[in-house]
């Protein structure tokens, strides 16, 4: 003979969840960084992202000689509320262009 539990929180909880829970939830976010400057400029955006501690999962870098914007894209573990602020963070930065996130 086996019993089964259900907890009353699992048996009626919807596909999707109401935004008032799920805004706390950190998941990785990925943004693309627009900057100009060259080296300078994604230096700068790797700087502001180091200052987040652990939280940036991966980063990837294009620079090309003679191109006037670089790229920079990279996960960054965060809520949404903490994603807002991060995309007007870096679009202070003087060398930044956009941050889209995707």
Do not use: N, Q, W
Request: charged fraction near 25%.
């Amino acid at each position: 003979m086996s019993i089964t539990v259900e907890r009353p929180t699992d048996i009626h909880r919807s596909a999707h969840a109401p935004a008032a829970r799920t805004a706390g939830c950190r998941i990785l976010r990925r943004h693309t960084i627009v900057t100009t400057d060259g080296m300078d400029g994604v230096l700068r955006v790797a700087a502001e992202l180091r200052a987040c501690g652990g939280l940036v999962k991966e980063m990837a870098v294009d620079v090309r000689e003679g191109v006037g914007c670089s790229e920079l894209t990279c996960s960054v573990s965060m809520t949404a509320e903490e994603a807002a602020e991060f995309a007007t963070r870096l679009r202070a930065l003087p060398s930044v262009e956009s941050v889209d996130p995707y």
